[in-house]
C-alpha cells in the first residue's frame, strides 16, 4: 500500500519521462516508439521462428531495462499491445476453434521477484488477443499458463561464457508449474529479450518433451548479433 502510495506521489511531484530517451510527459515518446516497428523474425527452433517487435539496442534497450529491472509498471500495457500484435501475427493462418495457451518464458528465483509484472503483461496480451478474436468473429481464444519454471539452482543470465554448460543447466533445471497436463496445448511462448534463444529452445524442448505443441514463440526485443543467452 505505502509503495504504490509513493509511487503515485512521484508521478504527482515529478512529471513522466520517456522510457527511451528521457523526453518529458510521455510514458514512450513518438520517435522512440517508432523503433518498435522494427518487427523481425529468425529460426528458433524446427519449423518454429520467433517474431520480435525491435532490435534491443538504443531507446529500445533503455525502455525494456527501464520495464525489467526498475519496475516501471506504465510500460505494461504498451509492451503487452506490441506482444500481442505479434502474437496475432504467428497464428493469423489458424481460424478454427483453438484455445491459445500463452506461456511465458520462466526466470530465475532471484530475478523472478523482479519482474512479477510478466505475468500481468501476459493476461494482458490475452485480453487483447480475446478481444481481436470477438472483434474479428474468429473462433480460437486465448488463456495464460504459468507452465515452466526454473529451479533455484538455475540463473537465467544475459552473458555466459560457456554456452555448452548453459545449456545443458537450462535442459536440466526447468520444472513443470501447470496444475494440468500440456499434452496437446497450442502454446505460444513468449520472452523479453532474445539473444542466441537458449532459453526458448529449451523451453520449447521442454514443453515438447511433455506433448506440447510450440505454435509461436514472441519477444519484445531481439539482440540479434549479440554474443549472448537469453
Known sequence: MIPS??????????SRRCAGCGRKDAVLCNSCMQYFDDSYTRDIAPTLRVLSCACYQGPVRQAILSWKDHGDEELDLLFASLLAVR???AIEHYDEEVSWCIVP??????SLRRRAHMHNVAQLISRMMNAYSRAYGLAWSAHVCDAV??????????????????????DKGLRLCATHSMAHAQVILIDDIVTTGSTMRACIRFLRSHHAQIVAACCLADVREQNADA
Open 5 to 14: 502510495f509513493l509511487r503515485m506521489l512521484s508521478l504527482i511531484i515529478c
Open 87 to 89: 502474437c496475432v501475427d
Open 105 to 110: 518464458a520462466p526466470s530465475s528465483q532471484s
Open 149 to 170: 519454471g526454473m529451479t533455484p539452482q538455475v540463473h537465467k543470465a544475459v552473458t555466459a561464457n560457456d554456452r555448452h554448460n548453459r545449456l545443458h543447466r537450462l
